[in-house]
C-alpha cells in the first residue's frame, strides 16, 4: 500500500518522535526485542545495547546487576497495549522513555480501557492505526477485516523499525515465532505464558518477518 500524503505525514511524525529519544540525531543501529525466553549472552546483551535506540514491547524483562546478562539493560521505547501483564520493568524510569500505544482492536470496535496498572502521569503516544495497522495486516495478506483479526505487538514494533529506520542496521531478538509459527502459546521471558490471541496469524507474521532477514532489511540474533 502507498501511503497517502497524511499516512506519510504520520510517519514522519512517528520517526521524528522516536529519533527524540535515541541516543544520536540520526539513529544508525535499532535493536527491538520480543519477550520469548533468552539464555545467557554477554554478546548477545551488548549487541542490543549498543543500538542507538532500543525498542522493547508489552511484559518485557531487562538485564539487572549480579544476574545473568541476556536481552540488555536500555530501554528508549516502549511498544506496548492496554491488556499487557505489568513486570517490574515495564514502567521503571517511564518519563525517560517514549511509550507508544498499539491498539488494532479498535479498528474492530474494541472500546477503550486504563488499566490500573499504568502510572496516573504516564504520557503515552497511539501508534495510528490507518498508518501502522493497517498498512501492517495487509502487508501480512490476511482477511483482517473480514476476520476481525490484527498483528502482534512484536511484530508491529520491528515493522516500526524496519519502516521508519530503513538505513539503520535492524537488530531483533526474542521472536519465537520465526522457530514455531504455529505454537498456541506464547512463554515469556519473565516467566509466565498465555494464549496466542485468535486475532493473530503468527504463521503469516514469520513469513513476513523472515522476508525482511532474507532482504537484509533486518537481521536476528538467537
Not at 136 to 157: H, K, N, V, Y
Not at 168 to 173: G, H, V
Request: charged share 25%.
Amino acid at each position: 500500500m502507498r501511503p497517502t500524503r497524511d499516512t506519510a505525514a504520520e510517519l514522519a511524525d512517528l520517526h521524528a518522535l522516536m529519533t527524540s529519544y535515541a541516543r544520536v540525531p540520526s539513529p544508525r543501529k535499532v535493536s527491538v526485542l520480543g519477550n520469548a525466553p533468552l539464555g545467557a549472552s554477554d554478546g548477545r546483551a551488548d549487541d542490543i545495547d549498543s543500538a542507538d535506540l532500543v525498542i522493547r514491547v508489552n511484559s518485557f524483562v531487562t538485564d539487572t546487576p549480579g544476574a545473568a546478562r541476556c536481552q540488555g539493560a536500555r530501554t528508549d521505547v516502549v511498544v506496548w497495549n492496554r491488556i499487557t501483564r505489568a513486570t517490574p520493568f515495564l514502567y521503571a524510569g517511564y518519563r525517560e522513555r517514549l511509550y507508544l500505544m498499539v491498539e488494532p482492536m479498535r479498528m474492530h470496535g474494541s472500546e477503550e480501557m486504563w488499566p490500573s496498572s499504568w502510572p496516573e502521569d504516564l504520557g503515552l503516544v497511539p501508534v495510528p492505526n490507518g498508518a501502522v495497522a493497517a498498512r501492517l495486516a495487509d502487508e501480512l495478506d490476511i482477511a483482517w477485516q473480514s476476520e476481525r483479526l490484527a498483528p502482534t505487538t512484536g511484530l508491529t514494533a520491528a515493522y516500526l523499525a524496519v519502516t521508519l529506520f530503513p538505513d539503520a542496521d535492524i537488530l531483533l531478538a526474542g521472536f519465537s515465532f520465526l522457530d514455531d509459527p504455529h505454537q498456541t502459546s506464547w512463554q515469556h521471558q519473565w516467566g509466565d505464558s498465555c494464549a496466542v490471541g485468535r486475532e493473530h496469524r503468527i504463521d503469516a507474521e514469520a513469513r513476513l518477518m523472515a522476508s525482511w532477514l532474507d532482504l537484509s532489511r533486518a537481521r536476528f540474533v538467537a
